[in-house]
């Protein structure tokens, strides 16, 4: 565990100090620009080829849909996703606080917006920006009865849930309630997921599973996440890039 309370592979490198920043800057800086974190841009591609003409279709009368973050700390994966912005461009939006403080692009459709996160500051900077419309703080691995409550009915209510680059900090039986709860819908809905490799790769095999019982596997792309950390590299000799597998997955009808 760190000292989060988010469960860590300790071959991993954890930014738990970051993630709990008042704005993204720290995370534009150690984690964008020094790690080249490029993998927004494959979400984006993803999402564009598998999820974005439905999601266009559906809310073309102007009806928004359920989009939840799930575990999206600072919301930059519903900017690339939503609001259509890449690696660069989310880069230029948060260089500095004041640029930070709103999102420079709209939204791509309608769309009602909840952020879920362990990091309270991350939330509230979501919200202020206008990435989030609300916000659920919750340890997704011990959440309490209220809390578990509130994700059920926001995961069960979405139309589009994303999380990205997250699953790997929750416990198996985490994961389960996560999919029980988006899989107890019967309309159509959408789900975009990573997978990071080299870590926790038993996890990661026993998250497809759980993920493919439930629901109807769409599509997927390989792709680059960021550089490796020093200490990763010290873990895995030979590598350079944290690699990425996106998978785009639809209720079962």
Request: glycine letters at 4%; proline letters at 4%; aromatic letters at 10%.
């Amino acid at each position: 565990m760190s000292d989060s309370g988010v469960k860590t592979d300790e071959k991993k490198q954890h930014f738990d100090d970051i993630y709990v920043a008042e704005n993204p800057v720290p995370f534009k800086e150690r984690i964008m620009d020094e790690l080249k974190y490029v993998s927004d841009n494959f979400n984006r591609l993803t999402f564009d080829r598998l999820i974005l003409p439905w999601a266009q279709q559906k809310t073309a009368s102007g009806t928004p849909l359920n989009f939840v973050d799930l575990a999206g700390c600072f919301g930059n994966t519903t900017m690339a996703t939503l609001n259509g912005m890449d690696y660069d461009a989310i880069r230029e939006n948060w260089k500095d606080a004041d640029t930070a403080s709103t999102v420079a692009e709209p939204r791509r459709f309608p769309a009602r917006v909840t952020g879920i996160d362990i990091s309270a500051n991350a939330l509230a900077y979501g919200k202020s920006a206008g990435i989030y419309d609300n916000t659920i703080q919750a340890d997704l691995n011990t959440p309490d009865a209220d809390t578990k409550a509130q994700l059920d009915d926001a995961l069960k209510d979405a139309d589009i849930l994303i999380s990205t680059a997250a699953l790997v900090y929750l416990e198996p039986d985490a994961v389960e309630n996560v999919m029980d709860a988006f899989a107890a819908n019967n309309s159509e809905g959408y789900l975009l997921v990573n997978f990071l490799n080299p870590f926790a790769m038993e996890a990661a095999d026993a998250t497809k599973r759980t993920l493919l019982e439930r629901f109807e596997f769409v599509g997927s792309m390989a792709s680059r996440h960021r550089l490796m950390s020093e200490l990763e590299r010290s873990n895995y000799p030979g590598e350079e890039w944290v690699m990425l597998e996106i998978w785009v997955l639809k209720r079962k009808k």
